[in-house]
């Protein structure tokens, strides 16, 4: 599965857009790219996913380059609600059987102050 | 409302004491995993499984087992609980075969081993 990198931290405030960048330099044909968002003593929660281009869904954009060796989250005028953990990950759809499993890093810690 | 439920929300335990760490899902999906989560180390896989009895290793198995009796339950063993064990233990559930494979999280198990 590819490695990803991906700030330790960010920090924002209310109303500002939050862009957070993942590298992903050996990202392999078939993988997508797949973002999570993690609140305190609270298990990760899918925001959005995507294979190139812009996809943009009520929660976040996620804008890839052509190359995909890169990608980033947007969050739209970020809330104090916003501050969490935002995992990046980068993985196959394992073929027809659906065997995988995901490798989460240690993520982005953004912290949005008022 | 899909949901992923762990039995426990905090469990203390003994070094030396077989401890069991239980995992629902009603989602019929074919994949679960566990992860532990630790500060500043992210979410580690320690087991997942593709199907009813089978398991495949993730990065950290040594010390854990895992069993899979039936599709909606995924246990997760420590057969003889150590200090180093005491973590926040997450499971989580995904349907391998779909374009969106997003996992849905449980809310975690803290676990203290003394």
């Known amino acids: 599965l590819a490695k990803t990198t991906q700030p330790i931290s960010m920090d924002s405030y209310e109303g500002q857009e939050v862009n957070i960048t993942c590298s992903h330099n050996n990202i392999a044909t078939n993988d997508y790219i797949t973002w999570y968002q993690q609140f305190p003593s609270q298990g990760p929660r899918f925001i959005i996913q995507g294979y190139k281009t812009k996809v943009t869904n009520e929660v976040a954009s996620l804008f890839i380059p052509a190359d995909r060796k890169s990608s980033t989250l947007s969050l739209p005028r970020v809330s104090l609600s916003d501050t969490a953990v935002y995992y990046c990950?980068?993985?196959?759809?394992?073929?027809?059987?659906?065997?995988?499993?995901?490798?989460f890093g240690s993520g982005t810690r953004l912290q949005v102050q008022p | 409302d899909v949901k992923v439920t762990q039995s426990s929300r905090y469990l203390v335990k003994r070094t030396g004491e077989k401890v069991f760490l239980e995992c629902v899902q009603d989602?019929?999906?074919?994949?679960m995993f566990w992860y532990r989560q630790d500060p500043g180390l992210g979410l580690r896989l320690i087991y997942f499984?593709?199907?009813?009895?089978?398991?495949e290793k993730g990065d950290i198995p040594e010390g854990y087992s895992v069993s899979r009796e039936k599709k909606e339950r995924f246990s997760l063993i420590l057969e003889s609980a150590s200090t180093n064990q005491t973590s926040m233990y997450l499971c989580?559930?995904?349907?391998?075969?779909?374009?969106?494979?997003?996992?849905?999280f449980g809310s975690g198990t803290r676990l203290t081993v003394v």
């Open positions: 989580a559930g995904g349907d391998g075969r779909k374009t969106y494979y997003g996992y849905t």
């Open positions: 499984s593709y199907d009813v009895k089978m398991k």
């Open positions: 990950l980068v993985g196959d759809h394992g073929g027809d059987t659906g065997r995988r499993a995901l490798t």
């Open positions: 989602m019929d999906h074919e994949n």
